[in-house]
T-cell receptor
Framework: GDSVTQMEGPVTLSEEAFLTINCTYTATGYPSLFWYVQYPGEGLQLLLKATKADDKGSNKGFEATYRKETTSFHLEKGSVQVSDSAVYFCALAGAGSYQLTFGKGTKLSVIP | DTAVSQTPKYLVTQMGNDKSIKCEQNLGHDTMYWYKQDSKKFLKIMFSYNNKELIINETVPNRFSPKSPDKAHLNLHINSLELGDSAVYFC???????????FGSGTQLSVL
């Protein structure tokens, strides 16, 4: 079945540091890929998405590129802020499916 | 405000009790979901309802029963609560477009 593997956390960075959170997936066909963010005490929010190979999703300074050859969708940001502290979830929706499969989440803490 | 709203936000109860969590969406979405997030932030789908019909029923104990009086509501009833049921439960909805999954803010259930 479909699965998502993302790097273990927690990740602690200083403000303005470069962020990478790795995500790889296993799925048949051509899934859509997502990053969701969960701020403390809140529900998940869609951060960005990509629906086909080589697509780049971007939002709020975050980027992720759909790499079919490496089955990856790594999340990056060039300069993190304290307000980016949250839990980040990589997810996929298999071709023809409306169900999302989530990774286990990576907690990011950004310190001033 | 258009949103997915769930109540209560916090629920503390004794083992063996029966409790319910309510969820409502005013977005006109056709599909609603319940997810469980454990203490390690792992998010797993429990149920999905499309136009009042159960279309996904992951392997969860039958003590958990979703009830959908109409397509705007999907309530979660839990009987004979156990310590292991302690988690955050998220309601979500979508229009059938998997790219537009919206989450409620969660209900933190603590079973003592």
């Amino acid at each position: 079945g479909d699965s998502v593997t993302q790097m273990e956390g927690p990740v602690t960075l200083s403000e303005e540091a470069f962020l990478t959170i790795n995500c790889t997936y296993t799925a048949t066909g051509y899934p859509s890929l997502f990053w969701y963010v969960q701020y403390p005490g809140e529900g998940l929010q869609l951060l960005l998405k990509a629906t086909k190979a080589d697509d780049k999703g971007s939002n709020k300074g975050f980027e992720a590129t759909y790499r079919k050859e490496t089955t990856s969708f790594h999340l990056e940001k060039g300069s993190v802020q304290v307000s980016d502290s949250a839990v980040y979830f990589c997810a996929l929706a298999g071709a023809g499916s409306y169900q999302l499969t989530f990774g286990k989440g990576t907690k990011l803490s950004v310190i001033p | 405000d258009t949103a997915v709203s769930q109540t209560p936000k916090y629920l503390v109860t004794q083992m063996g009790n029966d409790k319910s969590i309510k969820c409502e969406q005013n977005l006109g979405h056709d599909t609603m979901y319940w997810y469980k997030q454990d203490s390690k932030k792992f998010l797993k789908i429990m149920f999905s309802y499309n136009n009042k019909e159960l279309i996904i029923n992951e392997t969860v104990p039958n003590r958990f029963s979703p009830k959908s009086p109409d397509k705007a509501h999907l309530n979660l009833h839990i009987n004979s609560l156990e310590l292991g049921d302690s988690a955050v439960y998220f309601c979500a909805s979508s229009s059938g477009d998997r790219e537009k999954l919206l989450f409620g803010s969660g209900t933190q259930l603590s079973v003592l």
